[in-house]
């Protein structure tokens, strides 16, 4: 019995796997656990060639063996492995205070993925090569012939990529075939923009599938009850899907005159014009550009004044992803206000964009024609730009309605010197009232600011990262004076750069179990202390 005791109260370093074979591509939990000895970080798992070790979480735990309270340390892990084939993960020693423990090895085999692409993620980005400035669509896509419940999507990181801002990824799950042979797609298109010329390589895409298996009863299935609803558990499975390499060229130099960087393939259309206006009124030229790419940033050339005013509305822009491509357009308003009679020519619409399909600048230019301008040349004189479609304002009507401003004001009638110190007693009163209140309310707004609840985050990971997120959707929303829960990510861009990266990190840090946690970021772009 004593030799029992001695050896539960010993420390310990054991390590194991979830499963000892996996299909290629697919990720396996491992446990490192560490009893009766104290460590101040994760210990360093090495990987085998061929494959990754990733630290993902780690939990602390008390419980009482033989009347003596023993505290276990236990640390997750993800090992993938790409390539079929045996993987030996270990053995592994580690210094503690109790002394040096190890653990023993761990094998782990790899399948080969099946041929039909089942329980496998598949990425895919074009032909391999892009252009600087070119949008490019991100697919990844599952299958699996288990019943999938949900699917958390992770897409890869690149440093010549950036998420398109304003763009929403798309996703969509199915079921194909019927019977046995059915099985579950779930998809996913994510869209990027190429900043940098250069080679890289774009990580592995990863996706936490949760997938509905059958309940346990007694430790085995229980055939009587799989075929009810409600009585089957999740599991959750971790695929990372294969790595790209991507080329980037840099445009050519050969730019035409006025091309502003948009890359893409684009159609040019302008609205027709009336035959026929009035002095003073107001002729709307409709243009409408719009096909695969992005157009954040495209204008239309100025027009010299020559008879005739010009006032450009703000375009309005659009985007959206379908059958995999971004698909967008821009619709731009120009008003010209003619302040003679006659025959306008108008100038012809010129944009230019570089087109990746063929490598090549595309130059457009659409030919607007005249219209006949009548009335007298007075009108335009008296008249601004009002509303297209609708007459000016004439300037001269509103002469009535100009009064000059005083500069100084005084109060009518003589009041004597003892009736201003009877207002200025109970002012003055008034005025430390208003005073005291706001610098309470200042004093009130500082402490905010500085603490906003990171003080109480919790310890573990996926606590904090709920709390993180809270934190940062509360700043959001009193920035742009919504409710935290109606925010989404094309809110977040118009914040700016900063924000949407936050954004997207608390993102990833979702997908990978509250690890790499942007705790500090957030705290600078809210500014608290």
């Given amino acids: 019995m004593f030799a029992l005791v001695n050896l539960a109260l010993a420390g310990g370093l054991v390590m194991q796997l979830d499963a000892t074979e996996v299909v290629a591509g697919q990720s396996v939990g491992l446990t490192l656990q560490l009893s009766d000895a104290f460590l101040s970080r994760p210990p360093s798992i090495p990987a085998p060639q061929g494959a990754t070790v990733r630290f993902v979480t780690q939990a602390r735990a008390r419980q009482m063996i033989n009347f003596d309270i023993t505290e276990t340390l236990t640390f997750r892990y993800d090992v993938t492995a790409p390539t079929p084939g045996d993987y030996q993960i270990g053995p592994l020693t580690v210094d503690t205070p109790a002394g040096k423990l190890r653990a023993d090895s761990v094998m782990l085999h790899v399948a080969a993925a099946d041929p039909s692409g089942v329980d496998g993620l598949v990425a895919e980005l074009g ?116 790595v790209l390499r991507l080329v980037v060229k840099e445009l050519p130099k050969d730019k035409p005159d006025g091309f502003s960087g948009l890359v893409g393939s684009f159609q040019l259309t302008v609205t027709a014009l009336p035959k026929r206006i009035e002095v003073g009124d107001t002729l709307t030229v409709d243009v409408l550009l719009s096909g695969e790419g992005a157009v954040a940033g495209a204008t239309l050339p100025p027009w010299p004044p020559d008879g005739y005013r010009v006032y450009d509305d703000t375009p309005a822009l659009s985007a959206k992803l379908s059958d995999g491509k971004l698909s967008a357009s821009a619709r731009f308003r120009r008003a010209v206000v003619p302040e003679r009679p006659g025959t306008l020519a108008l100038p012809p619409v010129r944009m230019s964009w570089f087109d990746p399909r063929t490598g090549e600048y595309v130059e457009r230019e659409v030919l607007l024609g005249s219209v006949e301008v009548g009335g007298a040349a007075e009108a335009a004189a008296v008249e601004t730009y009002g509303v297209p479609g609708a007459g000016g304002t004439a300037v001269a009507a509103l002469g009535d309605d100009i009064l000059p401003v005083r500069t100084q004001a005084s109060l009518s009638g003589g009041w004597p010197a003892w009736w201003g110190w009877l207002l200025a007693v109970p002012g003055a009163a008034l005025l430390g009232v208003e005073g005291a209140a706001r610098m309470r309310g200042a004093f009130g707004k500082r402490v905010k600011a500085r603490s906003y609840g990171f003080g109480d985050l919790p310890d573990d990971a996926e606590g904090r990262l709920a709390g993180l997120e809270r934190i940062f959707r509360d700043e959001v929303g009193r920035r742009l004076g919504r409710p935290p829960p109606a925010i989404k990510r094309e809110d977040v861009a118009t914040l700016g750069d900063e924000a949407i990266a936050i954004y997207r990190e608390l993102d990833l840090a979702r997908y990978r179990g509250g690890v790499d946690l942007p705790e500090s970021r957030v705290r600078a772009w809210i500014g608290a202390q």
């Fill in 127 to 242: 032909d391999g090569v892009a252009w600087v400035g070119q949008v490019l669509v991100y697919h990844l896509k599952f299958k699996t012939k288990q019943s999938l419940v949900n699917a958390r999507w992770g897409p890869p990181d690149s440093g010549l990529l950036m998420a398109e801002p304003g763009v929403e990824p798309l996703t969509a799950e199915y079921r194909l075939g019927a019977g046995t042979g059915a099985v579950s797609v779930a998809e996913l298109w994510y869209p990027f923009r190429v900043k940098t010329a250069g080679v890289t390589t774009v990580d592995a895409g990863t996706l936490l599938a949760q997938v509905a298996v059958q309940r346990r009863r007694g430790g085995s299935r229980d055939p009587f009850f799989r075929d009810l609803p409600g009585f089957t558990d999740t599991e959750n499975q971790t695929v990372v899907s294969n």
